[in-house]
């Protein structure tokens, strides 16, 4: 125990803190401007001065440790006097810009100023000039205004890991340089214009729109980008939203954001924004009203119903749909008679975590993100989490500057300067090197922990190849399987973070599995859309009812159809692709989709679109035209995720509220379903978004008496206040296959998972069209000159599907033979070009044709 | 005193007294002014109409949309919408005054750091609708021209609203400044 006096109160201390930590714990303010609570101590601004009882001279409150029986002042003529001179000398270059400054009203110097400062400088020499940057599309930069505190490049590189940033020049002269796009590694996270107490760096899109009294309301809500779910808020004014900014400290992000979270909100007011129901006639999409728009869809599906049967129906769930969305839309599907409904969640999330509960039990994958950055060690798998999930590359990066080894298998560029070791099989054997890589932990560990015995037993007769065998087959070199294998295996805390490939290869989730049982490690699914997991819990699958409870069970089964007046057919229904396969094949005539781009977002899109074609019905309930709505009998304008309440659930498994922040005309989609479900006849009597969350908590097990104050108070995390479904285990077979390479040779087609884009959401987003505008095809330098191509150029990449001429990307962080296309930008997709099989056990579609030639044109 | 208030009461002293005052009224000159055919002129510095000074260089607003008049404005009846202009500059793209609930206080124009927005003595405005007693930018901007514009309006910076940007020293276009010497 510590007790020290500050301004002759007195505090007593756990451990040593800072003197500044100490005073802000106990309410006592000290100025500061390089002090920031998650940046490293830097001690540069002076501000922070106090004096301490038998130092000769003012010491910096935030570096200065507390020690026992320490006297501190926080405020006196002295310490006046010097934070006064601090200031003067700020304001030698700072410009007085205040009535033009964004910042005006939540700057620190202002504040200061106001509270110590000079009300005239004494410098004649005239000011340094910097004219503002105004070249970078999201962030401005005025350099006048910087008064060196380097919290950005303490954010830059201590924090985000990007590195983009340095203060460069000397004395009067310095400033921060530079952003610019991909030149110069900036991720446009934004991040440091969180940080920036001045108004130095600013963004860029809600330039000189508001002041910052102007806010009417601040509305805490989720983004809606990805699984992270970070906490963000809305900021708004005469109900338009004027910017979004975290909270430093909030939420599992703590306040870090990533540039589709921080710039990304723009669409919401984008003018191509759906307005009203559309009905095809005469082969055009016309306006038409909702009540016809309800009405024919209703009579519709009722009639398909009627002269095909309940299984020829079949629903999209959204995955950036709430979770009441998404709860009434597979109950409509239901009460419909047709247990085919799935969603996205299919391409590896769903899939993997069935597999992952199966084999370790339910919740494995309800693991905080915090832990990331606790480990020793962290094993990426199957994707890029600096790309997917932005926030979550970020703990990684954070784990590996405290020592951490981290250690990638597949591509992850955006992790290339912050891992201890990559390795690089072809994409389809990442089986092989886990196998070898098992095998190679357990020669070292001697033993299997003991505790779970049937997958014990299940891994003694997997046959695993040995780490020699598994490098020879896939090219890489034993020592480095060895290495990793002791690195892995000496690691204390373990966290393996898995991607959607991985999670989708039944395969390799078993692997990951057995990994994560064989060193106690903490399993992360990345989750691309911000509700994956909450498709999960809904029951929006064909085999699982809400709160994880499988349909086969008959008693469950029945309670569950009772509650709602339904008999819920016991047949399990369709998953995606088996749904789009039957749709070709004629078994399905009606298909609802609700905010998903499936003739998009799937695999082997021409023949996917051709399926879609042969629909009988076609609904799609969206906030865009996308592809699949064009095609569609009835488009339904839903509302976006600052227009509606609800929940969504990240990927820890933590359900989170969104919050309506400006409302439009315009219906919810739980609206437009409970609509049309009582059209057909069924009970769905929800007047706001908490009605529904009350249903969910009576037929859910898993969401047994939750209410949105629970959420809100932290009473979140998994298993939300309900009960697991216990009779999990469930293993299933190894392929015959998984341990051997594809011998084929050359380059290979990858999905680049862009960090500026998502897709329907985000190709709608000005400021993330502006950093990263097109389709862009990405080889390695070696590659490319291989080829003979330079940036810029353009290519025919063709493979046995198809071809896209697309413009040549030389990306310095990409290995080996890989030409990585995205699948974001309209027409140019990489689905486009590749195939599929399926899963046997997961049914998620796995890329198949990645051999790719490519011409310069 | 008993005597005097006799007298007083019997000669009528006190009435006549007041029909003295009026007859001396009845003869000199009236000062009822007979409004609205006679017009009454504001005294200097007559808080009226309110008005946004147009640059007579650019012909632009010198408006610089800070938002501080708003901010000050103790009916919270200004509301401005800025924006980045096609040069990169803040400007307000709306500049409204809802004059029904102005009282007039001028607390706008000693707030504005440049001089922007000031209170003309143009006072007759009355109207049948709230629409007219609604100031737009466009509104605000042509009061100027019309009632202030030239060396009155000078006359006034000078004397009155003595923008805080005239006791500074500007520097390089720059909106704010540093004390001039002496
Ligand atoms: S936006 Fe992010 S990556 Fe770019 S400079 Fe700022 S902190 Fe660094
Ligand atoms: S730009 Fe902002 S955060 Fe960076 S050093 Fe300057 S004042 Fe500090
Ligand atoms: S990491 Fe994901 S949830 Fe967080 S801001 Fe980025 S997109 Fe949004
Ligand atoms: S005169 Fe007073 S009440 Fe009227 S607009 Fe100006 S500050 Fe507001
Ligand atoms: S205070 Fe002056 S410059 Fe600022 S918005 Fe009002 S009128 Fe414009
Ligand atoms: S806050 Fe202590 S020196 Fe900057």
Redesign the pocket.
């Known amino acids: 125990m510590i007790t020290i006096t500050i301004n002759n109160k007195e505090i007593r201390l756990e451990r040593p803190v800072t003197v500044l930590e100490a005073a802000k714990a106990n309410g006592i303010k000290i100025p500061h401007f390089c002090h920031h609570g998650i940046l490293e101590q830097w001690g540069g601004c002076r501000m922070c001065l106090v004096e301490v009882e038998k130092m000769p001279r003012l010491q910096t409150a935030c570096t200065l440790f507390v020690t026992d029986g320490m006297v501190v002042m926080t405020e006196s003529e002295t310490i006046s006097n010097a934070r006064r001179s601090v200031l003067e000398f700020i304001l030698i270059n700072h410009p007085l810009d205040c009535p033009v400054c964004d910042k005006a009203g939540e700057c620190k110097l202002q504040d200061y100023v106001m509270q110590y400062g000079p009300t005239a400088g004494r410098f004649k020499e005239p000011k340094i000039r910097h004219p503002e940057g105004l070249n970078d599309p999201l962030i401005v930069r005025n350099q006048e205004r910087c008064i060196m505190c380097t919290r950005c490049v303490r954010m830059c590189s201590g924090i985000q890991g990007a590195s983009a940033i340095a203060v460069t020049n000397r004395g009067n002269h310095s400033s921060m340089e530079p952003f610019s796009g991909e030149r110069f590694d900036c991720e446009y996270c934004g991040n440091c214009l969180t940080v920036c107490p001045v108004g130095a760096i600013m963004s860029r899109l809600h330039r000189y729109s508001y002041r910052s009294w102007q806010v009417t309301d601040e509305i805490q809500t989720v983004?809606p980008?990805?699984?992270?779910?970070?906490t963000?808020i809305a900021q708004v004014r005469d109900n338009a939203l004027m910017r979004v900014v975290p909270k430093l400290g909030l939420g599992s992000?703590k306040g870090l954001?990533?540039n589709?979270?921080?710039f990304g909100y723009e669409y919401v007011g984008s003018g191509e924004r759906l307005k009203n129901p559309l009905i095809k006639k005469n082969g055009k999409l016309q306006p038409a009203s909702w009540e016809e728009a309800l009405d024919t869809v209703a009579s519709r599906l009722k009639d398909i119903k009627n002269s095909s049967g309940g299984n020829a129906i079949a629903g999209i769930a959204g995955a950036r749909c709430t979770n009441e969305d998404n709860y009434a839309f597979q109950k409509l599907i239901r009460g419909l008679g047709s247990n085919n409904i799935d969603s996205i969640a299919r391409m590896g999330f769903a899939g993997g975590q069935r597999i992952f509960e199966g084999m370790l039990g339910p919740g494995v994958t309800s693991t905080p993100l915090s832990g990331i950055a606790d480990s020793d060690a962290v094993l990426v798998v199957g994707g890029d989490p600096s790309e997917v999930?932005?926030?979550?590359g970020v703990h990684i990066r954070m784990a590996f500057k405290k020592g951490a080894k981290v250690i990638t298998i597949g591509h992850a560029p955006g992790l290339g300067r912050h891992r201890t070791a990559g390795l690089l099989p072809h994409p389809q054997a990442d089986g092989v090197v886990m196998g070898g890589l098992i095998s190679a932990i357990l020669k070292d560990k001697k033993s299997l922990p003991g505790g779970n015995r049937p997958l014990e037993e299940k891994i003694t007769v997997m046959h695993l190849p040995s780490a020699d065998d598994a490098a020879a087959a896939c090219k890489l070199s034993a020592e480095d399987i060895g290495r990793l294998a002791k690195q892995l295996a000496g690691a204390s805390s373990v966290s393996i973070v898995v991607g959607r490939e991985a999670g989708g290869n039944k395969d390799t989730a078993m692997l990951v599995s057995v990994l994560s049982y064989i060193l106690n490690a903490r399993i992360y699914l990345m989750s691309e859309r911000?509700n994956e997991q909450g498709l999960v819990d809904m029951g929006c699958l064909p085999d699982m009812l809400p709160g994880g409870r499988p349909l086969a069970e008959e008693g469950l089964r029945k309670k569950c159809g009772a509650s709602w007046g339904i008999d819920i057919p016991a047949d399990e229904g369709l998953t995606l692709m088996e749904m789009i396969q039957a749709a070709s094949s004629g078994g399905i005539k009606a298909m609802y989709v609700m905010g998903e781009n499936p003739a998009f977002n799937l695999p082997d899109t021409k023949n996917t679109e051709e399926a879609l074609r042969r629909l009988d019905f076609l609904v799609v309930q969206d906030i865009f035209m996308t592809e699949t709505a064009r095609m569609a009998d009835v488009v339904l304008p839903a509302l976006s995720w600052i227009e509606k309440d609800g929940t969504y659930t990240n990927a820890e498994r933590k359900i989170q509220r969104l919050k309506k922040a400006i409302s439009i005309t315009g219906m919810e989609d739980w609206k437009i379903v409970a609509e049309v479900g009582k059209r057909i006849g069924l009970k769905m009597p929800y007047g706001k978004a908490a009605d529904i969350m009350k249903e969910i908590a009576r037929v859910s097990p898993l969401h047994a008496g939750l209410t949105y104050a629970d959420i809100e108070g932290g009473d979140n995390l998994w298993p939300y206040k309900g009960e697991p479904h216990k009779n999990w285990f469930s293993f299933p077979e190894l392929s015959a296959d998984a341990f051997t390479s594809p011998a084929e040779e050359g380059l290979c087609l990858m999905l680049e998972k862009p960090l500026f884009h998502?897709g329907t959401l985000s190709r709608k987003s000005p400021a993330l069209n502006s950093i990263s505008p097109e389709a862009v095809l990405r080889l390695s330098p070696a590659t490319a000159s291989g080829l003979n191509l330079k940036d810029g150029d353009f290519a025919k990449v063709s493979t046995e599907k198809g071809s896209l001429s697309l413009k040549v990307k030389i990306d310095r962080g990409i290995d080996g033979p890989a030409a990585f296309v995205s699948n974001n930008f309209e027409g140019r997709g990489l689905f486009s070009l590749t195939g599929y099989r399926l899963d046997p056990v997961t049914k998620s579609p796995l890329t198949e044709g990645r051999q790719i030639s490519i011409e310069k044109e | 005193m008993e005597f005097k208030k006799i007298i007083k009461t019997i000669f009528f002293t006190e009435i006549l007294k007041g029909m003295a005052l009026t007859f001396k009224s009845m003869l000199s000159p009236a000062v009822t002014r007979q409004y609205p055919e006679e017009k009454h002129p504001a005294m200097p510095g007559f808080r009226g109409l309110h008005a946004l000074v147009v640059d007579p260089a650019t012909g632009k607003e010198k408006c610089i949309a800070c938002g501080l008049c708003a901010a000050i404005c103790p009916s919270q009846c200004i509301y401005i919408y800025s924006t980045e202009g096609p040069d990169n500059k803040k400007f307000a793209e709306r500049y409204e005054i809802e004059l029904t609930r102005c009282i007039y206080c001028a607390f706008c124009v000693e707030a504005c750091p440049v001089g922007a927005i000031v209170l003309t003595e143009h006072y007759e405005y009355t109207d049948y609708s709230r629409e007219a007693l609604y100031m737009t930018k466009e509104k605000l901007m042509a009061n100027w021209n019309k009632y202030m514009a030239g060396p009155k309006g000078e006359e006034y910076f000078k004397k009155f609203w003595h923008p805080t940007a005239d006791d500074y020293r500007a520097y390089d276009g720059q909106p704010m400044f540093r004390k001039r010497e002496g």
Request: some cysteine; proline content about 10%.
């Open positions: 983004c980008f990805c699984g992270v779910g970070c963000m992000n954001l990533c589709r979270g921080r999930n932005p926030v979550l911000p998502s």
